[in-house]
């Protein structure tokens, strides 16, 4: 079965730190690129980053910029949000999703919520 | 940036009707448009890619259409498992990649 599964996530003060994992099975991971994409309590879907298969291109939203960092390791079928700085405006369910040219399999979300 | 609008941002329709969802992009992207339902507490799935072509597994009553600006998302025959959120995403390969807001379809 094609799965992903992230973890986590958890509470945070303003300006901390979170390592997000994504766990992939059931597919050559290393032949997909690979994105990671959040929903705001009550709000619509936005692309954080993604990452090409062998990892030499990686793209963010501004929004994240100099904050976070996307990478993978191919040989643990594994994908990882490295969050630093974290702001309240980063609260979110965090979901990796397969593919560039559309998402076709997505985890089931790890949430993160950044309060003091 | 290019920006998605999709229109409505609800709707309320019985089982059984048409339903068409509609966005557009503030310039040309080709057909370089993905669909996508959400249902709460769920995470995505997608429907449509490439603006028309139908994600395998998704029942054949959900169809895409257009191309350059305009597209459109339709539900041929309203079905109670179709109450979902409906999103449009623009992606151009590799580094931008946009959702609409959304819209939330109810069922009467």
């Known amino acids: 079965e094609v799965q992903l599964v992230e973890s986590g996530g958890g509470l945070v003060r303003p300006g901390g730190s979170l390592r997000l994992s994504c766990g992939a099975s059931?597919?050559?991971?290393?032949?997909?690129?690979m994105t990671w994409v959040r929903q705001a309590p009550g709000k619509g879907l936005q692309c954080v980053a993604n990452?090409?298969?062998?990892?030499?291109?990686?793209y963010y939203v501004d929004s994240v910029k100099g904050r976070f960092t996307i990478s993978r390791d191919n040989a643990r079928n594994s994908l990882f949000l490295q969050m630093n700085t974290l702001r309240v405006e980063d609260t979110a369910v965090y979901y990796c999703?397969?593919?560039?040219?559309?998402?076709?399999?997505w985890g089931q979300g790890t949430t993160v919520t950044v309060s003091s | 940036d290019i920006q998605m609008t999709q229109s409505p941002s609800t709707l309320s329709a019985f089982v059984r009707d048409r339903v068409t969802i509609t966005c557009r992009a503030s310039q040309s992207i080709s057909t370089w448009l993905a669909w996508y339902q959400q249902k709460p507490g769920r995470a995505p799935g997608l429907l449509i890619y490439?603006?028309?072509s139908l994600q395998s597994g998704v029942p054949s009553r959900f169809s895409g259409s257009g191309s350059g600006t305009e597209f459109t998302l339709t539900i041929s025959s309203l079905q109670p498992d179709d109450a979902a959120t409906y999103y449009c995403?623009?992606?151009?390969?590799?580094?931008?990649?946009?959702f609409g807001l959304g819209t939330k379809v109810e069922i009467k």
């Open positions: 995403q623009h992606y151009d390969g590799h580094s931008t990649w946009t």
């Open positions: 059931g597919f050559t991971f290393s032949d997909y690129w």
């Open positions: 990452i090409k298969e062998d990892g030499s291109e990686k």
């Open positions: 999703a397969r593919g560039a040219f559309g998402f076709d399999v």
């Open positions: 490439a603006a028309s």
